[in-house]
């Protein structure tokens, strides 16, 4: 997990947890400055090390008329500036591995969507970068099976690898959380994540728009960091009913201080 240190310079607390954290989507500036000030302030009181998170574009939408972002280069390049303005690292998902060297000019991690998981070209593609990988566990897959995404990256040279966990299908329209994916995903050397928000979804809704159960967001955060989660993903917007995508699921950004300040209480507990 060397790689954290290098990433989180000097945020870097090896004794906290790490958050990745910001809206769903690129929606406007504002919007995101707004986010990322708030954010790292908290964290930085709180001695979290933080990576700001917001897709430059949603490819994956149940319907076609929802919103997917306000175009690639020009996402990226607010979350370019996201970074510097606020001296944290920045994350944004690829969608194919052609996006994978065109992300990693802007942003310092590059995120594998849970349904891509498995796709070998855009694994190979986002370790060939050499920015730090985070793998998303599918919703369909054991955490045992995801040591194979891990050998495709370090097999393409890249050791700058992390794991998260999203929930496993359940039926049609819900997620489950198996915490024992936790252990199991650490036992392969790399940091792994929970997370929070995208694990409380409730997909294939009728009317075409992803459903989700916000009330559980501190549950899923509190288990996650009593059985050893490294870091927390946690989508958080000022006002998520008004969101873009997966408001559904979004914490709103005035409660996130507190559920920090918490979490942070259980992982003295358990370290």
């Not at 955490?143 to 999203?166: C, D, P, Q, W, Y």
């Not at 294939?204 to 501190?218: D, F, L, R």
Request: charged share 20%; hydrophobic share 40%; net charge negative.
């Amino acid at each position: 997990m060397k790689h954290l240190k290098s990433l989180f310079q000097e945020q870097y607390n090896p004794e906290n947890f790490f958050l990745i954290a910001g809206p769903c989507v690129i929606e406007e500036e504002e919007l995101l400055m707004t986010v990322a000030e708030k954010v790292s302030g908290i964290c930085k009181r709180l001695e979290i090390p933080y990576i700001f998170k917001a897709s430059y574009r949603k490819a994956n939408r149940t319907s076609a008329h929802s919103f997917t972002g306000i175009g690639d280069v020009e996402g990226l390049e607010l979350l370019q500036k996201i970074g510097k303005t606020f001296n944290v690292p920045v994350t944004s998902d690829i969608h194919s591995a052609a996006e994978a060297a065109m992300a990693a000019a802007y942003v310092d991690v590059l995120q594998i969507p849970a349904f891509l998981c498995r796709q070998t070209d855009i694994l190979l593609a986002a370790a060939e970068t050499g920015k730090v990988v985070n793998v998303k566990k599918g919703q369909f897959l054991s955490g045992e099976s995801m040591k194979f995404a891990v050998e495709k990256i370090k097999g393409a040279g890249n050791n700058n690898i992390m794991l998260t966990e999203r929930g496993t299908t359940f039926g049609y329209q819900d997620l489950v959380v198996d915490y024992r994916n936790i252990p199991v995903m650490r036992e392969f050397g790399h940091p792994v994540i929970m997370d929070c928000t995208h694990s409380l979804q409730q997909p294939n809704q009728p009317g075409g728009v992803t459903g989700g159960n916000p009330k559980m967001i501190s549950t899923i955060a509190k288990a996650a960091i009593a059985t050893g989660a490294d870091g927390l993903f946690i989508e958080t917007h000022p006002n998520p009913a008004c969101a873009k995508s997966d408001g559904a699921n979004m914490l709103q950004l005035d409660h996130l201080e507190e559920l920090l300040e918490k979490l942070v209480e259980i992982r003295k507990v358990v370290k």
